[in-house]
């Protein structure tokens, strides 16, 4: 084993653990939050989000799964979970109501957020299976 292939293999872990991490932190906080009354920066579902992404970094360090897929994962949910957010808190404030709760506003953007980021990530997919071109890089400098 070679110094550049352990090096290779320290960031791939490194990429896919913070990876992951920003993919199931938002889930965890907001489900623990809910379930124990608990703040929104609470330490024990950040923890378990911790050894959820350690532990499933592995099919991306064997090269098995997309970092790519991934990276549009994260973006995408961060983008839909905030411009979620914004259209919810522009609801209640032309519909004159109050905010529930801080959580239960973050839970209701997250509950948009994550099937946008899942039809992003796997756009290809469904274009496929719909019958449309793929929109993979590599059909962009096709014949």
């Keep these: 084993m070679s110094l550049r292939s352990w090096a290779s293999a320290t960031v791939d872990f490194g990429l896919a653990t913070l ?9 965890f906080t ?38 790519r897929r991934l990276a549009v994962f994260v973006v995408a949910l961060y983008v839909a ?3 979620a957010g914004l259209v919810g808190l522009a609801l209640l404030q032309s519909m004159d109501v ?23 990530a796997f756009r ?5 299976r719909l019958g449309f071109r793929p929109l993979d890089a590599d059909d962009l400098t096709g014949p």
């Design 81 to 83: 979970s905030g411009a």
């Design 19 to 27: 990876g992951l991490y920003l993919a199931v932190v938002p889930a």
């Design 124 to 128: 290809d997919r469904v274009r496929r």
């Design 98 to 120: 109050t905010l529930p709760s801080t959580v239960l506003a973050r839970a209701g953007a997250l509950a948009v957020a994550y099937p946008v980021a899942t039809g992003a």
């Design 30 to 67: 907001v489900g623990y939050a809910l379930v124990a009354d608990a703040t929104l920066f609470a330490q024990p579902p950040q923890t378990a989000a911790v050894v959820v992404a350690v532990g499933g970094s592995y099919p991306f360090v064997a090269g098995d799964w997309s970092y």
